[in-house]
């Protein structure tokens, strides 16, 4: 089964550098959760089990111990400047209380990183950036600062859990005197959760309805623990990174380091919703507008395995026998029940219904392109 | 939890022998550090296995991990269960999850193997290193 030093399998001991700890880690522990080690951070990989979690999201709720994303806060007169410089969304167009999705960009128009950019008011930002990439984000960002506007690493400031699924709502509208259905998708409000102050974001990673609450660390266990009571009469479990991934893949969203990372641009992953060229220049716009005039090399595609086996990441994608690109994120679709994956394959093969391969342990294994999302929540 | 009267191996397999023939399965251990099971790939009736050959795949909702002989035989039967509910393996790995079973090449062979309570030595100290 496992053999050491076998990158195939599960048991690899990841424990070198010192590895972080969010304010719930002993609650994980007490819970029995499997723990791995993600972007330096001792995190729980699932505490029932992957499919059991993943069913929860998808049918009723889950709760998800998300403190390890990082948060970077942008103020000063120059916020907006600033912001608008090094990402690619257009954040002028954020109303206050309105958050969005964007890429962090490098000036060859790739990504450094992607982000949430949640506008607090004219003259301040708050970023929530990926847990691995959350330091080198904000020397990026300081390194482009000619603003009058200081960015500031926030992290320690903040834990942030996820309560995610058709349920979501109803489980916090008991701990909060927020009026949450005025908080509409990608909005956030200031509010009280179990007495605490929580910044209250409608957004998520799982293709759901659900939200987002950042809040002091010092509260982090109280929270967890009345939000459980209040989640468990209505079927919500605590859910770990791993269905954390299946959820997101099934919801065909990028994760930094499989789909984007700093090769890729937005046209290339299929983000072009999130580059506003007319707001240019930003960081890379310049290579931007030239790769859209010149045409991509390579697209982001969604793909189903059309027989039982699974083409997971980092597996070749055979377009008439050639290989053609690599798999960039793969797994079982448990709510789908299908297996499914997202991989680069040249812009002349990306219709969807096109026969591709997938080259799974020296064999070739039929796929066919989808379409993105694979799954969408029903209205 | 690890049945008295099977043997083990490094890599958490476990073989059971009765005579001549041998059935082997993965350890709870191993279903654990897997999680929910959603493949399983078997080899052939009739395939020749050497010790520690490859004899299939376990596909896992995270990875994939090869699965090893314990012994010398040849495959004569699969556990038809497994196709339709893989899951059976992390809920019953010692029993209703077998894999296959083998006409044993040499039924002396598999007494080389540690025995359930040197298995459970090995894994509690594999469990240390892990939390270490």
Known sequence: MFRRNNEKSSVTTPATAEVRKTALNSI?????????????????????????????????????????MGEIEIRGPGALGLVQLVTCNNAANLAVGQAHYSGLMTSRGTFVDDLLVHKISDTHYLLCVNAGNQDHDFEHIVEHNKFD????????????????????????????????????????????????????????????????IYFAPEHSERLWSDLMHAGQPAGMIPCGLGARNTLRLEAGMCLYGHEIDDTTTPWEAGLGWICKMEKAPFLGSDVLALQKKDGLTRKLIGFEMLDKRIGRDGYPVLINGQEAGRVTS??????????????YVPPKSTAVGT????GIRGQSEAARIVALPFYKRPQ | ????????????????????????????????????????????????????????????????????????????????????????????PHAAAWLIKVKLADPKEAAGLMDAAAYEAYIAAQAKEHSA
Not at chain 2, 15 to 44: C, R, W
Not at chain 2, 73 to 83: I, S, Y
């Open chain 1, 28 to 68: 994980h522990r007490q819970l029995g959760a499997k723990m791995v080690n993600f972007g330096g951070w001792d995190m729980p990989l699932e505490y029932s089990g992957i499919l059991a979690e993943h069913e929860a999201v998808r049918t009723r709720a889950g709760l998800f111990d998300v403190s390890h």
């Open chain 1, 330 to 343: 793969g797994g079982p679709a448990p709510f789908l029940k299908k297996n499914i994956g997202m991989a």
């Open chain 1, 149 to 212: 506007a200081k960015a500031e690493n926030a992290g320690p400031r903040y834990s942030q859990l996820a309560i995610q699924g058709p349920r979501a709502k109803d489980i916090l509208q008991r701990l909060t005197p927020a009026p949450l259905d005025s908080i509409h998708y990608y909005h956030f409000s200031f509010g009280k959760v179990s007495g605490i102050d929580c910044l209250i974001a409608r957004t998520g990673y799982t293709g759901e309805d659900g939200f987002e």
């Open chain 1, 355 to 358: 026969d591709i391969s997938i």
């Open chain 2, 1 to 92: 939890m690890y049945p008295k009267d099977y043997r083990y191996t490094k890599e958490h397999e476990w073989v059971k022998v009765d005579g001549s023939n041998g059935t082997i399965g993965i350890t709870d251990y191993a279903q654990h550090e897997l999680g929910d099971v959603v493949f399983v790939e078997m080899p052939k009736v009739g395939t020749q296995l050497k010790p520690r050959q490859s004899f299939g795949t376990i596909e896992s909702v995270k990875a994939v991990s090869e699965i090893f002989s314990p012994v010398s035989g040849e495959v004569t039967e699969t556990n038809p269960a497994l196709a339709d509910s893989p899951e059976l393996i992390n809920k019953d």
